[in-house]
């Protein structure tokens, strides 16, 4: 058995998929095996790889069922070591795997280890080098279009961005899978969390390179699929990872939060996309009672470990 599965979720990705194998190919880590689960795509990925990839182990889906289910499917298909999550729409620099796994090797307390995410175009910026989580109800990534060179250091993040993450298997049978409730968008920010609470830590390795091009799936940085999505996730995903007294406390910031992002959409004229998306999400906090953490002694001292950074993470989103 393979020390690492990757494992890549397709949604009519087939114009991405060489280049993301081809870079897989030339890692010097090779002790791993692919696998690839595809959503219901109808852009011929799935031939495409029977002729060009036939090694890659293929788990076929009739319709798009979600990023977060597709991965869990992944992870279930494996007894691997670590399993790394990878974006079809990225590439891999030589070292990426060798890297993430060295770290993960050092560090048995860390769930998920990240590879700094820079842009195919222009390469020279960052496209994501890790999430953090605020108590104005924002999950956020500061390093957003700034310069490489500025993010050179290993650092703790909320939540490892799962498009091109290495997770430690074993903590997932602690924790649980990603929330399928989510389809996509904050099921990282989710997973994350929720190892926090649990006493885990999530990195960033900066020596771990990979190149993303964004939105490949779904389109552009800002559309009415990802605000809602997006906004009914934010909410859901509090409901799940607060205590009563968080939520209670953080209120007055959450709606302020939510206030400033529909003045925000509104201008680009997704406002409805946006209420439409918090009504979901209130329906998905009636549907899902039991999908609320435990909140155990060793969660509540977590929670209140995060409850400090939530507070700092505003600033930080601020600044």
């Given amino acids: 058995m393979s020390r690492v599965t990757v494992v890549i979720p397709n949604y009519n990705g087939k114009l991405f998929l060489q280049d993301c194998l081809e870079s897989l190919s030339k890692q010097t880590f090779k002790d791993y095996d692919i696998v690839l689960v595809d959503n219901g795509s109808s852009d011929g990925s799935i031939a495409f790889l029977k002729e060009k990839y036939p090694y890659v182990k293929r788990i076929e889906l009739r319709e798009n069922?979600?990023?977060?289910?597709?991965?869990?499917?992944?992870?279930q298909s494996t007894g691997a070591e670590y399993v790394f999550l990878l974006n079809n729409d990225t590439m891999c620099d030589e070292h990426a795997l060798e890297a993430l796994v060295k770290v993960m090797d050092k560090k048995p307390a860390v769930f998920s280890a990240q590879a700094k995410m820079l842009q195919v175009k222009p390469p020279y910026l960052v496209d994501d080098a890790g999430d953090?989580?605020?108590?104005?109800?924002?999950?956020?990534?500061?390093?957003?279009?700034?310069?490489?060179h500025k993010y050179y250091k290993r650092t703790n993040v909320t939540s490892a961005c799962a498009g091109a993450a290495i997770y430690r298997r074993e903590v997932f049978d602690e924790i649980g899978l990603f929330d399928s409730e989510h389809f996509c968008y904050l099921?990282?920010?989710?997973?994350g969390y929720r190892a926090r609470l649990f006493?885990?830590?999530?990195?960033?390795?900066?020596s771990a390179i990979v190149y993303h091009v964004g939105s490949g799936s779904s389109g552009s940085r800002h559309n009415a699929f990802k605000v809602e999505l997006?906004?009914?996730?934010?909410?859901?995903?509090?409901?799940?990872?607060?205590?009563v007294l968080q939520i209670i406390i953080n209120f007055p910031l959450i709606l302020l939060g939510v206030i400033i992002k529909h003045v925000f959409y509104v201008k680009k004229g997704l406002g409805k996309a946006h209420v439409s998306g918090l009504s979901k999400g209130f329906s998905k906090m009636i549907n899902n009672t039991d999908k609320r953490v435990s909140f155990g002694g060793k969660q509540i001292k977590?929670?209140?470990?995060m409850q400090i950074e939530l507070w700092i993470n505003c600033f930080r989103r601020l600044m």
């Fill in 65 to 75: 069922t979600g990023f977060a289910n597709a991965v869990n499917l992944g992870i």
């Fill in 132 to 148: 953090y989580y605020c108590a104005l109800g924002w999950a956020f990534s500061p390093s957003k279009d700034k310069e490489n």
């Fill in 199 to 206: 006493g885990y830590s999530n990195i960033v390795e900066p």
């Fill in 302 to 305: 977590n929670s209140i470990i």
């Fill in 230 to 243: 997006t906004a009914a996730n934010n909410l859901y995903f509090i409901f799940k990872n607060f205590t």
């Fill in 187 to 191: 099921e990282d920010v989710d997973v």
